[in-house]
């Protein structure tokens, strides 16, 4: 049996660098929807959140059903991953689903920390790359300095030679187009269809065995309420029907027997049931009742494992407890601690990289980074809940007895004129540099970082860049504790009095700092309502009311004008916190408090603490 017809290729590239923007032309170019369905931008984008924040958070898979200039009928599955870090372990199981990788780089940044991390993980899994040059439409764009800086990651990646003599396709995505011949390029209009060969010619076809007995691998996990629990892979060998019984065996070898449900085939945007997948092509299956990464199906009489799948570890912990400030159940329908948890295991069941421990009525959720937690969060209050969540933490390893902290390698881009307060702020978190060189403009620095010191570094940048830094950074390796890095440096402002904040209250404020709220505006006591300008948090009575007097001499009141309010950001807002301090989430509002609310409660929590010498 021969699947000349068949192609799996992976979609791989460092953040934004727009690969599914380049989806999108593949699948309205390919002929085979109707207009209206293949509308829009960013169509694989489909999370209302990946809309709205314009990145990919989750692999997704689709398939098009393509006919050459010859007249040759393909089945082409795609898989399209998320650039940004945070996500890369996504990237590389679903690389086991591919025989080849398209590699998109930015003709105008060139190669960022992703492209080099994606691209090992490609090399390592065996996948040829073919090189797309990407956003060739931008005008700063710089081919040939983007190609050499290819071919000397593929050396630096220790890539064979056959690598070295990679296929290369120019395109801009945005624009409809792609060429292997850059004098091709086309002036107006303009097609994909160069892809499409060079994904034909150049991702090789799946190397089969239909005869051995079955095994296929799950690379992804998917959850609908309706059906639970589904898992998406590939067959490796023999092939997989519809009803059949098949043993599941675990990543710790643990074997389980089983029938599968339904099996689909991905077909477009969408799966199509059908009763059997032939080996070397992608499923969908329903049915399989714990199934999990990494696990293999097998043949009931004849069961082997295959090699199974890294899960990353995470970095990064936070608390999530109830919402019991006294703004609790406003605004939100779901706020007990049996609906956080319940919500908690439902994401469990497709979120790979999440760690939920309980205790007592608190959760301890464990992720990659930031953005990870934060899109959970997000999600969340999106859906009704309401909760408060800690400051983020590091995870620290033992071994040795020497404590472990995560470490990650940091790229920095700035303005060659900003040098220096961009060390002094790495400096001041703990980070090496490594390499520093000076592009025209520009200095591009690269730095080996701990987690801990990431987290607020985005906004420190910002300012000292005057916005014109751009930073990127993913994990790289557990390393020595590098010592205390000092946290926020100014104190905060915490309401004394709960009410609706008044323009005189603020204005009374105005030399005091930044406020985080605005006039009419709900707070209670214990909620931090601003920055101080100075390093410690002071007591603030922002829902005082003006005197009234016999006399209405003034109109000053209506005069008055204030300073807009900071607004942070769910993230922000979680990189902002400090120990004592919570985010409060609901479906409206995200807010900051201490953990005690009353003043003379914190007072006694800093004795104790203080008193227990931590
Ligand atoms: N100029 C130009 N911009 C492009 C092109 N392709 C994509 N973009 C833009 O680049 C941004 C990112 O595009 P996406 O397709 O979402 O990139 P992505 O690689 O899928 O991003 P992640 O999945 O989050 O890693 C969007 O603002 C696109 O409009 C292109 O060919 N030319
Ligand atoms: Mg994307």
Redesign the pocket.
């Known amino acids: 049996m021969t699947r000349q017809d068949i192609r799996n290729v992976a979609?791989i590239?460092?953040?934004?660098?727009?690969?599914?923007?380049?989806?999108?032309q593949l699948l309205r170019q390919s002929g085979q929807f109707r207009q209206a369905e293949v509308a829009g931008?960013?169509i694989?984008?489909s999370n209302p959140l990946?809309r709205e924040?314009?990145?990919?958070?989750l692999a997704k898979n689709c398939a098009i059903d393509y006919t050459d200039r010859h007249g040759q009928r393909y089945h082409i599955n795609i898989v399209?991953?998320?650039?940004?870090a945070d996500f890369s372990g996504e990237v590389e199981r679903v690389l086991k689903m591919a025989d080849g990788a398209l590699l998109?780089v930015?003709?105008f940044e060139g190669v960022m920390p992703?492209t080099r991390y994606v691209l090992g993980k490609a090399l390592a899994a065996g996948l040829r790359p073919v090189v797309v040059i990407?956003?060739?439409?931008?005008p700063a764009a710089r081919a040939d300095t983007v190609i050499d800086q290819v071919f000397d990651l593929l050396v630096e990646l220790g890539a064979e030679d056959e690598a070295l003599a990679f296929p290369m396709i120019y395109?801009?995505?945005?624009?409809g187009w792609a060429v292997a011949d850059l004098a091709a390029r086309p002036t107006d209009g303009g097609n994909v269809h160069d892809l499409f060969d060079a994904i034909i010619e150049h991702v090789p076809v799946p190397e089969l065995d239909g005869d051995a007995p079955l095994q296929a691998l799950i690379t992804t996990l998917d959850y609908s309420d309706y059906v639970g629990r589904i898992g998406i892979g590939r067959v490796f060998a023999g092939s997989l029907r519809g009803g059949d019984d098949v043993v599941v065996i675990d990543r710790r070898g643990n074997h389980s027997r089983e029938r599968i449900g339904q099996l689909f085939r991905f077909d477009g945007l969408g799966r199509t049931e059908v009763d059997h997948i032939d080996v070397g092509d992608l499923f969908a299956v329903v049915g399989l009742s714990r199934v999990d990464i990494g696990d293999t199906i097998a043949d009931v009489d004849r069961p082997a494992a295959l090699a199974p799948l890294p899960v990353d570890e995470p970095t990064l912990h936070m608390t999530f407890c109830i919402n019991d400030g006294p703004f609790a159940g406003k605004e939100g329908k779901y706020v007990t601690s049996r609906q956080l948890r319940d919500r908690l295991d439902k994401e469990l069941q497709s979120n790979v990289a999440l760690r939920v421990e309980s205790r007592g009525d608190e959760f301890i959720v464990s992720g990659r980074g930031l953005l990870h937690l934060g899109i959970l969060l997000e999600n969340m209050r999106r859906e009704g809940y309401e909760l408060a969540v800690g400051k983020p933490e590091v995870i620290y390893h033992h071994e040795d007895g020497r404590r472990l902290e995560p470490i990650e390698k940091l790229v920095v881009d700035v303005p060659s004129d900003c040098v220096g307060a961009v060390m002094q702020v790495l400096g001041d978190r703990l980070a090496e540099l490594e390499k520093m060189d000076v592009r025209g403009r520009r200095t591009h620095m690269e730095f080996a970082a701990p987690t801990r010191g990431l987290i607020g570094l985005r906004s420190r940048l910002w300012t000292a860049t005057r916005g014109e830094g751009i930073m990127h950074h993913r994990f790289a390796r557990y390393g020595t504790f590098r010592g205390p890095i000092a946290g926020r440096i100014n104190g905060v402002m915490v309401a004394t009095e709960t009410g609706q904040v008044t323009t005189y209250a603020l204005d009374q404020l105005a030399n005091r700092g930044t406020m985080f709220v605005q006039p009419g505006d709900q707070v209670y006591e214990g909620q931090i309502v601003g920055e101080h300008c100075k390093d410690d948090d002071i007591p603030v009575n922002v829902v005082r009311q003006k005197k009234l007097t016999n006399i209405r001499s003034s109109t000053k009141d209506a005069s008055v004008t204030l300073k807009a309010p900071q607004i942070l950001s769910l993230e922000r807002a979680l990189e902002y916190l400090e120990q004592d301090e919570l985010v409060e989430l609901t479906p409206k509002s995200i807010r900051l408090r201490k953990r005690w609310l009353r003043e003379n409660d914190r007072r006694r929590h800093a004795r104790r603490l203080a008193a227990a010498g931590t």
């Open positions: 979609i590239a460092h953040v934004d660098h727009g690969k599914t923007t380049l989806v999108d931008d960013c694989l984008d990946e924040r314009g990145i990919t958070i399209d991953t998320p650039g940004h998109l930015d003709a992703q990407n956003k060739m439409d931008r395109a801009s995505g945005r624009d």
